[in-house]
């Protein structure tokens, strides 16, 4: 069973408008989550994370919002650009300790000049 | 400063060769970990090693074997390749629970 869910596979947006990538969990214990982007050919590199103490973590053009009652976080970039189009990860780490990330499928962001 | 390395970066395989996937750090992290990318399957932990001398099965192992030589190279064995295991293989590496990990550039590797 999928503990973190990303059910868009891909999303268009226009360069200069938002992009919203969305991410849903079933483990109500998580308490930290991160977003990586990924690039084609190269590993992922990480580009934000949140606390479940908080609802809203801001850097820069990205902002990631927590809504723990939903169990839902979202990933907003504002203004998107070209550069952006790359594959998002959402991921959490299941228990305290040394336990590995789990990480959603991805979603593809393209951003069109 | 390298970060994690990751050897080869290609490979083609015929089913039923072995090959070793060599993974490097040099961050001084103590965890270690192995995943692979398939499309529209995200990354899938094969294993992982939370320390020098110790390592744990994720949720994709079969098919793998995994060495912590040291601190620093943690390698991923395929015995007898199949088909299936066709896929982007990365290395990562933490500094601490609630710490990002630090990814490789990946292996890609494909079996026929």
């Known amino acids: 069973d999928q503990q973190v869910k990303q059910n868009s596979p891909s999303l268009s947006v226009q360069e200069g408008r938002i992009s919203i990538l969305n991410c849903d969990y079933t483990?109500?214990?998580?308490?930290?989550f991160l977003w990586y982007k990924k690039y084609p050919a190269e590993g992922p590199t990480f580009l934000i994370s949140?606390?479940?103490?908080?609802d809203k973590n801001e850097d820069g053009r990205f902002t990631v919002f927590l809504n723990k009652s939903a169990k839902h976080l979202s990933l907003h970039i504002v203004p998107s650009q070209p550069g952006d189009s790359a594959v998002y990860f959402c991921?959490?780490?299941?228990?305290?300790?040394?336990?590995?990330?789990?990480f959603g499928k991805g979603t593809r962001l393209s951003v069109i000049a | 400063n390298a970060g994690v390395t990751q050897t080869p970066k290609f490979q083609v395989l015929k089913t039923g060769q072995s090959m070793t996937l060599q993974c490097a750090q040099d961050?001084?992290?103590?965890?270690m970990y192995w995943y692979r990318q398939d499309p529209g399957m995200g990354l899938r932990l094969i294993y992982y090693?939370?320390?020098?001398?110790?390592?744990d099965k994720g949720e994709v192992p079969n098919g793998y074997n995994v060495s912590r030589l040291n601190k620093r190279e943690f390698s991923l064995r395929l015995e007898s390749a199949a088909p299936s295991q066709t896929s982007v293989y990365f290395c990562?590496?933490?500094?601490?629970?609630?710490?990002?990990?630090?990814f490789g550039n990946g292996t890609r590797l494909t079996v026929t």
């Open positions: 949140i606390s479940s103490i908080k």
């Open positions: 991921a959490a780490p299941p228990n305290s300790g040394n336990t590995p990330l789990v």
């Open positions: 990562a590496t933490v500094r601490h629970y609630n710490s990002p990990l630090h």
């Open positions: 483990n109500s214990m998580f308490d930290y």
């Open positions: 090693s939370a320390s020098e001398g110790t390592t």
């Open positions: 961050m001084n992290h103590n965890s």
